[in-house]
């Protein structure tokens, strides 16, 4: 299944490439995450029912469904690259913003501006790494995205976790701007600590080349050439060749926004959509948005739970590196089938156990991530950054996130109402019983993309 490398990578350079597109990965997680340690502070202080608590929560995805449904148009006019630093500016505004709103309103407009950089940035990372990656790497690079997010969503449960550790001992005065900021509104502090990753994704952003194959498209050849020669220590001219004559024969027959869903891509489509909305269904942000909640609910002290899903939070992040190592060597469709099984076992114990609440939860939802971090989250991604064309890769995927990030509103939304209308128990359960089709599905129709080019994949499975 894998394939020889025919052109030698400068990994170094490559490396960089990819560890700074994916900071715009370890965003999306903080962001998204964070929000898990304010949901039950901000409530109180803004007095918000179930229905505004799901809005506080969704407003950031929103304002992703809007970034994700514009990035394709935005990444085929202005480049990948303009568009990850685009998508930074976003995020670091929302951080700021977030951490000194004085309403609800202005909140959940600041949140709402943070996912329109994250619905952007969701979509052309995993598409910029994919365009500058060898095929025999493109599986593990792309996965980097995905180990970003959890890094970030790591990072956003630390960041939690000590600000309510530090707010609870602080000797900060009475009326001061610390006392304020850190200890009687902590969740505006745990907003805030976006601000710096943020300025560090837009640094490096602005370094970033643009992608040789966007380039190619955009007539610019030597810039391509320049660019693939810093990336391969040999066969540039190759690897340029090759893209030139695949950009060649798609120009031929120029595709519109609309020859996405020709009958040819459709099949390829359903697949990409359907991956991204069982991620979202799985229950995954369940666990993420509302865990520290549900925690509480099941008994544990706000900084037992807090410190508990601290710990899932690592867990996301080491078994994402299963996925780094092994989803090239195995494929992506044994990787999905074993992640969706045990995910499936794990939220059906949830769902069992939940009720008699203790350590077991934090067991079991650790089993969970663990496996979505391997499987659903990772594989999505890739799969959608490579199956289609390059003419119409940023549009397929454009609509592919923008269904991940609908998927994710509507879990969103809909949880704190569904939580109380059905109980916690239940809730595990029906995400169980909803990812369970992907099982066929990937069985079916799935085909394997491991170790193959762009073009070659293009060529075989597009025509």
């Known amino acids: 299944m894998n394939q020889e490398p025919l052109h030698k990578p400068n990994l170094p350079y490559l490396v960089f490439l990819c560890v700074a597109s994916t900071l715009g990965g370890l965003l999306w997680g903080f962001d998204a995450i964070v929000i898990s340690g304010t949901i039950t502070p901000v409530t109180e202080q803004f007095q918000l029912g179930s229905a505004m608590e799901g809005f506080f929560v969704s407003s950031g995805l929103l304002g992703a469904v809007i970034g994700s449904g514009l990035a394709g148009w935005l990444a085929d006019r202005f480049g990948r690259s303009r568009n990850l630093v685009f998508a930074a500016v976003l995020m670091w505004l929302s951080a700021l913003a977030s951490g000194w709103a004085n309403s609800i309103e202005l909140l959940l407009f600041a949140r709402w501006i943070g996912g329109l950089g994250v619905g952007i940035s969701a979509m052309v990372c995993p598409l910029y790494i994919s365009e500058i990656s060898p095929a025999h790497l493109r599986g593990r690079l792309v996965t980097l995205f995905q180990f970003a997010i959890t890094f970030g969503i790591l990072v956003a449960l630390f960041n939690n976790y000590g600000l309510h550790q530090w707010a609870a001992v602080s000797t900060a005065g009475e009326g001061t701007f610390l006392k304020w900021f850190l200890v009687d509104e902590t969740w505006r502090a745990m907003f805030a600590a976006e601000l710096v990753p943020g300025l560090i994704f837009l640094a490096l952003a602005v370094f970033l080349p643009e992608s040789p194959r966007w380039l190619v498209k955009a007539g610019r050849n030597a810039e391509a050439g320049a660019i693939l020669n810093r990336i391969f220590r ?155 064309p390059t003419n119409i890769r940023s ?48 069985w079916k129709f799935m085909p394997e993309t491991a170790g193959r080019s762009l073009e070659e994949i293009e060529n075989e499975y597009s025509r």
């Open 234 to 388: 040999n066969g540039a001219d190759v690897e340029l060749s090759e893209i030139s004559r695949t950009v060649a024969e798609e120009h031929a027959s120029e595709k519109r926004f609309m020859d996405v869903f020709l009958p040819r891509y459709r099949k390829p489509l359903a697949i990409a959509v359907l991956l991204a909305v069982f991620a979202q269904f799985s229950g995954i942000n369940v666990v993420f948005y509302y865990g520290t909640a549900m925690l509480e609910k099941a008994g544990f002290e706000a900084g037992s739970a807090l410190s508990g899903m601290a710990v899932i939070g690592f867990f996301n992040m080491i078994f994402t590196m299963v996925a780094v190592a092994f989803v090239d060597k195995f494929g992506r469709r044994p990787l999905l089938q074993i992640g969706t099984l045990g995910a499936i076992a794990c939220l059906s114990a949830l769902g069992i156990f939940f009720s008699g609440g203790g350590n077991i939860l934090i067991v079991l939802m650790c089993a969970f991530v663990a496996c979505f971090a391997f499987s659903l989250g990772p594989v999505k991604f890739i799969f959608a950054s490579e199956i289609f």
């Open 395 to 442: 549009h397929a995927m454009s609509i592919a996130i923008l269904a991940m990030w609908a998927a994710d509103t509507i879990v969103g939304q809909f949880t704190p109402t569904l939580r109380d209308a059905v109980g916690p128990s239940w809730t595990f359960i029906i995400f169980a019983l909803i990812i369970a089709p992907q099982l066929f599905m990937v």
